[in-house]
């Protein structure tokens, strides 16, 4: 069974930070991109960031470049958002995501979702 396990939501002031994990199992890490989409309520899903399984690559939409850094633990299956400098911007529900490699970041090409975690931060 495939899972994609979110972990690390909260509310934080602007200006904060927080990291979110994304435990997958059930399936090879190493040929998928794993990664972050988010929804603000009202708002259409939006690509974050996401790092190759293969060679460590990674992905960073415009909006969130220098604040946000994400990583993996090849060992443990598990992928990590560091998010700082949070604008109330970046509230949102965050859903890790897990992408064939080789077929873009986009939420058309995901072949698995977690249940999402959100995040709120207030002003």
């Known amino acids: 069974e495939v899972q994609l396990v979110e972990s690390g939501g909260g509310l934080v002031q602007a200006g904060g930070s927080l990291r979110l994990s994304c435990a997958a199992s059930?399936?090879?890490?190493?040929?998928?991109?794993i990664g972050w989409f988010r929804q603000a309520p009202g708002k259409e899903r939006e690509e974050v960031s996401c790092?190759?399984?293969?060679?460590?690559?990674?992905y960073y939409a415009d909006s969130v470049k220098g604040r946000f850094t994400i990583s993996s633990d090849n060992a443990k299956n598990t992928v990590y958002l560091q998010m700082n400098s949070l604008k109330p911007e970046d509230t949102a529900v965050y859903y890790c995501?897990?992408?064939?490699?080789?077929?873009?970041?986009?939420?058309?090409?995901?072949?698995?979702w977690g249940k999402g975690t959100l995040i709120t931060v207030s002003s």
């Open positions: 059930g399936f090879t890490f190493d040929n998928y991109a």
């Open positions: 790092i190759s399984g293969s060679d460590g690559s990674t």
């Open positions: 995501a897990a992408a064939l490699l080789g077929g873009g970041w986009t939420q058309w090409m995901v072949d698995y």
